[in-house]
């Protein structure tokens, strides 16, 4: 199980909706944001992925590495900046590697909806940087659970299969039927 990727362990979402950077999938793509004194923290609908940005903090040192990265936030005036670093093995932004480096920039918009800019950096990828942004529409709906496991029965079956075929294969090499 250990070597299916993270969205299909529905341990983090697919397409890179939990980020950074944080772009949109198909369907689940709500936002909650929740901003105390010292942390904003962003839920993603889909696969209800959780990041943790420490406002004002020091990035982790470059040994510790994280699914998505260790993000450090500042504000620049009515706008929050968020500076991602220390990925793990395989971001969720596809092609990517651990040496990616986010830049993001949130700023609330007249109408309440928020501008979402981000820049993307990863010299093991691509020759420069590269940037896109979107606007997150506001809502009143809410951020409902995404239930993964719930009737999935698709990681049994991965197994079970696995199993099947290594079975058939030790049958193979000592000669049995």
């Known amino acids: 199980m250990e070597q299916r990727p993270l969205p299909e362990r529905c341990l983090m979402g697919f397409s890179s909706t939990g980020g950074p950077p944080m772009l949109p999938a198909l369907y689940n793509n709500h936002k909650r944001i929740v901003q105390t004194g010292n ?13 943790v940005v420490r406002i004002g903090g020091e990035h982790a040192p470059a040994s510790e590495r994280r699914w998505m990265g260790d993000s450090i936030g500042w504000w620049e ?65 809410k951020v409902f659970e995404y239930a993964c496991h719930e009737g999935n029965y698709a990681l049994g079956n991965v197994m079970r299969g696995a199993r099947l075929l290594e079975a058939d294969a030790m049958a193979g090499s000592t000669g049995g039927e």
């Open 39 to 51: 942390h904003v923290m962003i839920l993603i609908e889909m696969v209800h992925d959780a990041r």
């Open 77 to 141: 005036g009515d706008t929050l900046v968020v500076d991602t670093t220390n990925f793990g093995e395989e971001p969720g932004l596809g092609s990517a590697t651990k040496d990616l480096h986010v830049v993001e920039r949130f700023q609330r918009l007249p109408d309440g909806n928020l501008l979402y800019g981000f820049t993307v950096e990863d010299p093991n990828v691509w020759e420069t940087p590269w940037s896109g942004e979107y606007v997150w529409r506001s809502t009143p709906n």
